[in-house]
Nanobody
């Protein structure tokens, strides 16, 4: 079992930045796919970014590419999401997710491809 705890959410104005953190209870981030998802009210949960174990390859949703950056610190068992140039459409609950058994889902943003989820952290961007 893996526990994931997100932090770093808050309220910012458009154009601002936030850095989200996801702390894992064990070293799953060095062996399994880790991803950020978000869900706005009335909308489906959508993938934001993923980081693959080993080579650290990253992929992003087109809506955040160039503005967001996913990274991880294996020594701290922590994943991050640096969010810059935030827009009102980025307002959502943000969740971190982890795969298991060294299997990465395909496509990477398939919600049911991840076994562990955090409780979420709210990000609100005002215009």
């Amino acid at each position: 079992q893996v526990q994931l705890v997100e932090s770093g959410g808050g309220s910012v104005q458009a154009g601002g930045s936030l850095r989200l953190s996801c702390a894992a209870s064990r070293s799953t981030i060095s062996t399994d796919c880790m991803a950020w998802f978000r869900q706005a009210p009335g909308k489906e949960r959508e993938g934001v970014a993923v980081i693959y174990p080993g080579d650290g390859k990253t992929l992003y949703a087109s809506s955040v590419k160039g503005r967001f950056a996913i990274s991880q610190d294996n020594a701290l068992n922590t994943m991050y999401l640096q969010m810059n140039a935030l827009e009102p459409d980025d307002t959502a609950m943000y969740y971190c997710a982890a795969g298991r058994d060294r299997i990465c889902p395909f496509p990477w943003n398939r919600v049911n491809g991840y076994s562990y989820w955090g409780q979420g952290t709210q990000v609100t961007v005002s215009s």
